[in-house]
């Protein structure tokens, strides 16, 4: 079945760090790819989406770039802030089919040091 | 607008009672889904309606764990005879029909002692 691996945290940096988090992924087809992220005390919300191969979804200085080649899907930031403290999740959806449902990674934490 | 509501927000049972979680979707998502979330694990897939087509139940874990939901609005989440590893953070997420975003509430812890 569909799977999500994603690297292991916690991660801790500090302000205006570059931030990687790895994410690779298993699955039929070409999915689609997303990044959420959960603040403290707050819901999941999406933070980026990449449909295609090759697709490079981005949002408030994030940017993931859809690699089928590797099936990654890497998170990236030039500079991180402290308001970037929070748990990231890699999750796919399968591109054919009736499932609707997301796949989740494990999630990394991360903690941006002033 | 109001986003995605679940209730309680912490539930503590004993082993062995039945709980049941609420969800309360955005307003015209047709979508709902229900995941869990045990400890410093991903979320789980359980539960998926739209609209009024029969759920996909194939996330379900066992036949203790059921979810209804009335047409386009509220969901409930039931676990009859609750065991200790059911012990996770229960979200809902809602979506329009067709669209890839999903909208999560901000989840049930669920205790079982």
């Known amino acids: 079945g569909d799977s999500v691996t994603q690297m292991e945290g916690p991660v801790t940096l500090s302000e205006e760090a570059f931030l990687t988090i790895n994410c690779t992924y298993t699955?039929?087809?070409?999915?689609?790819l997303f990044w959420y992220v959960q603040y403290p005390g707050e819901g999941l919300q999406l933070l980026l989406k990449?449909?295609?191969?090759?697709d490079k979804g981005s949002n408030k200085g994030f940017e993931a770039t859809y690699r089928k080649e590797t099936t990654s899907f890497h998170l990236e930031k030039g500079s991180v802030q402290v308001s970037d403290s929070a748990v990231y999740f890699c999750?796919?959806?399968?591109?054919?089919?009736?499932?609707?449902?997301?796949?989740f990674g494990s999630g990394t934490q991360l903690t941006v040091l002033p | 607008g109001a986003g995605v509501s679940q209730s309680p927000s912490n539930k503590v049972t004993e082993k062995g009672k039945d709980v049941e979680l609420r969800c309360d979707p955005i307003?015209?998502?047709?979508?709902l889904y229900w995941y869990r979330q045990r400890l410093g694990q991903g979320l789980e897939f359980l539960i998926y309606?739209?609209?009024?087509?029969?759920?996909?139940k194939s996330g379900l874990p066992s036949d203790r764990f059921s979810a209804e939901r009335t047409g386009e609005s509220v969901s409930t989440l039931t676990i009859q005879r609750t065991q200790q590893e059911d012990s996770a953070v229960y979200l809902c997420?809602?979506?329009?029909?067709?669209?890839?975003?999903?909208?999560f509430g901000p989840g049930t812890r669920l205790t079982v002692t």
């Open positions: 309606f739209q609209g009024n087509s029969a759920p996909d």
């Open positions: 699955a039929t087809g070409y999915p689609s």
């Open positions: 997420a809602s979506s329009l029909a067709g669209h890839y975003e999903q909208y």
């Open positions: 307003s015209g998502h047709t979508a």
């Open positions: 999750a796919l959806r399968e591109a054919s089919g009736s499932a609707r449902q997301l796949t």
């Open positions: 990449a449909t295609k191969a090759d």
